[in-house]
């Protein structure tokens, strides 16, 4: 990683994974990715070859039956899956940052040596409930209830818009709830461990999204859900403030997977303007499309600078939420508005769902909302500058 920050070029390991994964979604992914969108089906194949390229356990060490690589390795699959299809590359981003992640990051031994095995070979998902209906950012609107009853844990309440929940593939959803009160009345939150299937967890039909048709996305409800006591993960209380650390590097994923649907606008623009003739010539021809192409390709670079910046702080051990913060932002909005402007220049095809301009313009929106909306990015930006 400090290779590409002095020289520019990134190192060969990097470059041969960024290439292997964009001829995999070029010529995998993207010959199915209409059909997905518009079935609003789940697309095991593709899943099941990204398991296979070993991309779900990029970020793990070989001990817990991942790749031995990094996060950076991570963001670079995330980005060229994200030229060609944001439901694949979301249901990855989901599966190892809200999956995995979290059992690496706080887990017992017991529990890394029993799930992140399953998690890392991609043949299982796992995902985590954090949103309700009156609360996501805000911790103290959490309604959920954990309360121990002598040796488990009976988990009562609901979440909203979680990602990878109702799958055939999905074998843990990690919950927070509330498990009791601190000092001051505030809320003690705590994650815990949910197999799936267990008795009383139930994934409820899926959602009728804008985007993302081909993601897996339920609202889930928990009704006297018993797991045995040793299925919290991390210390009793650390539930959300642990999740914080997991949305920083998610921060960094989600831009990676943004500056992946930035490029791949601009990629698109810049082939359609070669072959699509007005007025006697190239639209490409003409300054007001060259231009709009050129601004397009501004915002994808510099979004790009911005994740690589935030995830060579992050493997330095260094602070990076205020990087990973800008980098959230500005790729979310490159990609949101390269998507907007790609389908000004197809025109009347950009309107047209089969089009990955036009699925990414519906599915771009939710790149500003999700892991952290634009709001909160500044929040935390501004907080983070001293204000």
Same mark, same amino acid.
């Given at each position: 990683?400090?290779?590409?920050?002095?020289?520019g070029?990134?190192p060969?390991?990097y470059?041969?994974?960024?290439?292997?994964v964009?001829?995999?979604a070029?010529?995998?992914?993207? $010959?199915?990715?209409?059909q997905?969108?518009?079935?609003?089906?789940? $697309?095991?194949?593709v899943?099941?070859?990204?398991? !296979?390229?070993g991309?779900?356990?990029?970020p793990?060490p070989?001990?817990? +039956?991942g790749? +031995?690589?990094?996060?950076?390795?991570?963001?670079l699959a995330?980005?060229?899956?994200?030229?060609?299809?944001?439901s694949?590359?979301?249901?990855l981003?989901?599966g190892? +940052?809200?999956?995995a992640?979290?059992?690496?990051r706080?887990?017992?031994e017991?529990?890394?040596?029993?799930?992140?095995p399953?998690?890392?070979?991609g043949? @299982?998902?796992g995902?985590?409930?954090l949103?309700?209906?009156?609360?996501?950012?805000?911790?103290?609107?959490?309604?959920?209830?954990?309360?121990?009853?002598?040796?488990?844990?009976?988990?009562?309440?609901s979440?909203?818009?979680i990602?990878n929940?109702?799958t055939d593939?999905?074998?843990l959803?990690?919950?927070?709830a509330v498990?009791?009160e601190?000092?001051?009345?505030?809320?003690?939150i705590?994650?815990?461990?949910v197999?799936v299937?267990? $008795?009383?967890f139930?994934a409820?039909?899926a959602? !009728?999204k804008?985007g993302?048709?081909?993601?897996?996305t339920?609202?889930l409800?928990f009704? !006297?859900?018993?797991? $045995?006591?040793e299925?919290?993960l991390g210390?009793?209380?650390?539930?959300?403030?642990?999740?914080?650390?997991?949305?920083?590097?998610?921060?960094?994923?989600?831009?990676a997977?943004s500056?992946?649907v930035a490029?791949?606008?601009? !990629?698109?623009c810049?082939k359609?303007?070669?072959?699509?003739?007005a007025?006697?010539?190239?639209?490409?021809?003409?300054?007001a499309i060259?231009?709009?192409i050129?601004?397009?390709?501004?915002?994808?670079h510099?979004?790009r600078?911005a994740?690589?910046d935030?995830?060579?702080?992050?493997?330095?051990?260094?602070?990076f939420k205020?990087?990973a913060?800008?980098?959230?932002?500005i790729a979310?909005e490159?990609?949101?508005d390269?998507?907007r402007?790609a389908?000004?220049?197809?025109?009347g095809?950009g309107f047209?769902?089969?089009?990955?301009v036009?699925r990414h313009?519906?599915d771009?929106?939710?790149?500003?909302i999700?892991?952290?909306?634009?709001?909160?990015q500044?929040m935390?930006? @501004?907080?983070?500058a001293g204000?």
């Amino acid at each position: 990683m400090s290779d590409f920050l002095s020289t520019g070029t990134l190192p060969d390991h990097y470059a041969e994974l960024a290439k292997t994964v964009r001829e995999f979604a070029q010529t995998v992914v993207a $010959p199915v990715s209409a059909q997905h969108d518009k079935d609003h089906t789940f $697309p095991y194949k593709v899943i099941d070859g990204m398991a !296979d390229m070993g991309l779900f356990g990029l970020p793990f060490p070989e001990e817990y +039956g991942g790749m +031995g690589g990094d996060y950076f390795a991570l963001c670079l699959a995330l980005e060229e899956l994200g030229k060609v299809d944001q439901s694949v590359a979301i249901t990855l981003e989901a599966g190892v +940052g809200l999956g995995a992640m979290p059992v690496y990051r706080f887990g017992t031994e017991a529990q890394k040596q029993e799930w992140l095995p399953q998690l890392a070979s991609g043949k @299982a998902l796992g995902a985590f409930g954090l949103t309700e209906a009156g609360g996501g950012s805000d911790a103290g609107a959490t309604k959920t209830t954990a309360k121990l009853d002598g040796d488990s844990w009976v988990i009562n309440g609901s979440k909203q818009f979680i990602t990878n929940s109702g799958t055939d593939i999905t074998k843990l959803v990690t919950v927070t709830a509330v498990t009791g009160e601190l000092p001051g009345g505030h809320k003690e939150i705590s994650a815990i461990l949910v197999p799936v299937p267990t $008795p009383g967890f139930t994934a409820e039909p899926a959602y !009728d999204k804008v985007g993302w048709n081909a993601s897996d996305t339920h609202p889930l409800s928990f009704d !006297d859900v018993r797991v $045995p006591a040793e299925n919290l993960l991390g210390d009793r209380g650390r539930g959300y403030a642990n999740f914080l650390r997991i949305l920083d590097e998610g921060r960094i994923a989600i831009a990676a997977l943004s500056v992946g649907v930035a490029q791949g606008c601009v !990629d698109e623009c810049v082939k359609y303007s070669k072959e699509r003739e007005a007025f006697g010539r190239k639209i490409g021809g003409y300054q007001a499309i060259a231009f709009k192409i050129a601004r397009m390709e501004a915002r994808a670079h510099v979004a790009r600078t911005a994740y690589y910046d935030a995830a060579a702080l992050m493997l330095a051990d260094k602070p990076f939420k205020k990087a990973a913060c800008i980098a959230k932002m500005i790729a979310s909005e490159a990609a949101m508005d390269n998507a907007r402007d790609a389908t000004q220049v197809f025109g009347g095809y950009g309107f047209m769902n089969e089009y990955p301009v036009a699925r990414h313009y519906r599915d771009s929106k939710i790149l500003e909302i999700g892991e952290g909306t634009t709001e909160v990015q500044l929040m935390l930006i @501004a907080r983070e500058a001293g204000l």
